[in-house]
């Protein structure tokens, strides 16, 4: 499938982190769960074994992709629903014990909304700052625990800015205070080697849609012996965990895809650094851009520059007419015209970060793209700058 533009006027897609589309491959596994393999898994002649076996086998595959136990797996509609689960779960489950949580000022929308809404029942939140890079210190973390604290929530990499956090350390602090660590690994499965066991997780969620794999299903991993609520009540699917009839052709493709995934993950890796260096030096040849993130420890496939004096949504707009999908933070907050949390908390002002692009590459990107791209953008740069009342005279042609 390409996704890329080229001689016939297909899209540069450059948004990977919003979604990817679903391999060919991938979904070739998944149709036959939906004609002719359609039985019910908790049904109980062969037809429905068939079912079960393939979400069986799903599990392996998304067990051994992470390091983990085939029953630490439990599947889930997606990466916010893994986040809310792990989180309320926790919280609701270990209330006697203790009511404070910490995560960071840059979560995901599905870690701090949740903990928000939390917060309205009774619970005490803590929320970390970051540095300029947007990197978690880990003395930081050390501080904010107290007696009562029960949880830590810190996502593995950003899905703006692309940073990976120290999660082995933190999970190495959480450890030693008997505090359960759930880190949001969504935007990490397929860019970075994911490791329950080095990374010292207690809870770990994915999200399909970030790796090739289908939209609308995702997983939750949960260490054996943690203790949180279940999900929802009503069958027995999931372990009692979580009730409601399974879907099987998601699951079934969202294990083919992290163990296609994780298969070729150095190849894809090295690709995608690659063009990132290229993106990146294209790009801070325009003056008055900054790289946002970590310059080194970050996702391979993610680049975040601030363009100063002028908006993203413009640049968006521009880049869409020469087709070109890029975004300017989280496909979730897309709506919003507040600028982005996780730039403010990287201490960019307001007027500044209102002008970031982010660009997220995919297996399918070619130096060609990247060429294109930098091409049509340096252009469209200058030409917002000389509209922008708050472009310097001598940014201005």
């Known amino acids: 499938m390409n996704t890329n533009k080229d001689d016939t006027g297909n899209i540069i897609y450059l948004d990977h982190a919003a979604t990817t589309f ?159 660590f759930h880190t949001d690994a969504v935007q990490g499965i397929g860019q970075v080697p994911v490791d329950v066991e080095a990374l010292n997780v207690d809870l770990l969620s994915l999200s399909s849609h970030k790796f090739y794999g289908p939209k609308g299903v995702g997983a939750l991993y949960i260490k054996k012996g943690t203790r949180l609520d279940n999900h929802s009540h009503g069958g027995a699917q999931e372990k009692k965990k979580r009730a409601g009839t399974e879907n099987v052709p998601g699951i079934v493709g969202m294990g083919a895809a992290i163990e296609q995934a994780t298969s070729q993950l150095e190849e894809h890796a090295a690709h995608m650094k690659k063009l990132r260096a290229q993106l990146v030096e294209g790009l801070l040849l325009i003056p008055a851009t900054h790289l946002a993130g970590h310059p080194e420890k970050r996702l391979p496939n993610n680049v975040n520059v601030i363009f100063e004096y002028i908006e993203g949504e413009s640049i968006l707009l521009m880049l869409n007419s020469y087709s070109i999908a890029a975004s300017t933070g989280s496909a979730c907050t897309s709506a919003s015209l507040e600028p982005s949390h996780v730039l403010i908390a990287c201490g960019f002002p307001h007027e500044v970060a209102h002008g970031s692009l982010r660009l997220t590459l995919g297996k399918e990107n070619t130096e060609e793209d990247v060429d294109y791209l930098l091409q049509t953008l340096e252009p469209i740069i200058r030409r917002l700058r000389a509209m922008s009342p708050m472009t310097p005279k001598e940014q201005r042609e």
Not at 97 to 116: D, F, M, P, R, Y
Not at 150 to 166: C, D, K, R, Y
């Open 22 to 180: 679903t391999d060919p491959k991938v979904l070739e596994t998944m149709m036959p769960y939906f004609t002719e393999n359609f039985g019910n898994p908790s049904s109980p002649y062969d037809m429905a074994n068939v079912s079960k076996e393939a979400v069986d086998s799903a599990r392996q595959q998304v067990a051994t992709a992470i390091n983990a136990d085939t029953d630490e797996i439990y599947f889930t509609g997606g990466g916010t629903e893994s986040d809310n689960w792990a989180i309320k779960g926790i919280a609701f489950a270990n209330r006697k014990k203790g009511n404070h949580i910490i995560t960071s000022s840059i979560e995901h929308h599905a870690v701090l909304h949740t903990c928000q809404w939390l917060e309205k029942q009774g619970f005490e939140v803590t929320y970390l700052p970051v540095d300029k890079y947007g990197q978690v210190r880990t003395e930081d973390v050390k501080k904010a625990i107290r007696d009562d604290t029960i949880l830590i929530s810190v996502m593995l990499a950003n899905n703006e800015i692309g940073t990976i956090q120290p999660i082995p350390q933190i999970g190495r602090i959480a450890r030693e205070k008997n505090i359960y």
